[in-house]
C-alpha cells in the first residue's frame, strides 16, 4: 500500500469512497481520522462501480524505475 505510515484523513479518496474498516494483526478496527495505515494493513472500503477504478489504481503499489 502506497499509503504506509499516513494519516487516514490525510488521505482523498475518491468522492463516493469510505473506508469502513482496517483488519490489524487479525483484530477490526474502525478507522478515525488520526489512525495511521501500517503494513499489512486489510482495508475495507465502501464505493460506486464509478469510483472504483481510481481507488485501485491509488492504492496500488507504486513500481519503481527499472522495475517490472
Same mark, same amino acid.
Given at each position: 500500500?502506497?499509503?504506509?505510515? !499516513? ?17 490489524? #494483526? ?6 478515525? #481520522? ?25 492504492? !496500488? ?8
Amino acid at each position: 500500500n502506497p499509503h504506509v505510515g !499516513r494519516r487516514v484523513g490525510d488521505i482523498v479518496f475518491p468522492p463516493d469512497t469510505l473506508l469502513v474498516g482496517i483488519i490489524r #494483526d487479525d483484530r477490526p478496527i474502525a478507522p478515525t #481520522d488520526d489512525d495511521a495505515l501500517e503494513a499489512h494493513d486489510e482495508l475495507l472500503f465502501l464505493t460506486t462501480v464509478d469510483d472504483e477504478p481510481e481507488l485501485s489504481t491509488m492504492m !496500488r503499489p507504486k513500481t519503481r524505475p527499472g522495475r517490472g
